[in-house]
């Protein structure tokens, strides 16, 4: 069976940085985008929260429409019931979508509804379907769910804050998710989020992870162009090739 066509260009680009646009200058957001296009990232990451699933309020659908870029973006809900209010933001040009499993009763029919949707972008594209998993979480939540997603995407600090210090039991998380990932026989990308910078992010490629997610140690308002350029590089330098 042939992998999804989202599964394919993450694979083919993997493994790579999804660059969190939230740390940067709002008020500027195009120039933050068109640093990631230079310094040749793929992904950009759009964190949204609603101050009911975690105590911050982001960004919505209309921010998400407007930033025009060749670069996919990558939505991570942190939202309470996403199932009524996930449509707004495919119909914003999501490329994929990351849903909590911690977000409501029933996260299954939320990925299930998600599996009928069409991306805006490009139809051919498809729509990846990510799960993400607090830290506090057990990993026995993905076994029902692993054959609805495209993502598994484990958070690395809990949700709501940035700048703050990767959890070191997300190692074994990681080893232990891809065990699972495995044994499912999905193709199903590995991403990591959450105190992920430029003195680790190698050690998080090299304990498997496909996709990275980062936004602070990219947008620290000094240096963002040579952050994320270095920070690539690490992730390249660390690869450890082809994963099962």
């Known amino acids: 069976m042939a992998s999804h066509p989202a599964v394919q260009f993450l694979r083919s680009v993997a493994p790579t940085l999804s660059a969190g646009i939230l740390t940067a200058n709002l008020a500027h957001l195009e120039d933050g985008v068109a640093l ?25 659908p209309p921010v998400i429409k407007a930033v025009r870029t060749p670069l996919r973006k990558d939505v991570h809900l942190m939202i309470a019931d996403p199932l009524e209010k996930v449509a707004e933001y495919v119909k914003a040009g999501a490329d994929m979508i990351t849903v909590h499993v911690e977000s409501c009763r029933h996260i299954h029919r939320v990925l299930q509804a998600m599996a009928g949707m069409k991306n805006a972008n490009d139809a051919a594209r498809g729509l990846a379907r990510g799960i993400a998993l607090n830290p506090g979480t057990p990993l026995e939540a993905l076994g029902p769910l692993l054959g609805e997603v495209e993502v598994v995407l484990l958070l690395a600090v809990n949700p709501g804050w940035s700048g703050q210090t990767f959890i070191g039991s997300t190692f074994a998380r990681m080893a232990r998710a891809r065990e699972m990932i495995a044994a499912s026989g999905g193709d199903i990308i590995l991403a990591v989020d959450g105190g992920i910078t430029r003195d680790n992010v190698g050690e998080v490629v090299a304990a498997g992870a ?7 140690a ?19 330098n660390h690869s450890c090739g082809p994963k099962a």
Request: hydrophobic share 50%; charged share 20%; glycine share 8%.
């Open 36 to 60: 990631l296009e230079k310094a040749h990232a793929r992904l950009v990451h759009f964190d949204v929260m609603d101050g009911c699933f975690c105590p911050m309020m982001t960004l919505g």
């Open 210 to 216: 496909d996709l990275v997610v980062a936004g602070s």
């Open 218 to 236: 990219v947008f620290d308002g000094k240096t963002p162009l040579p952050n994320a350029e270095a920070m690539l590089a690490a992730i390249r």
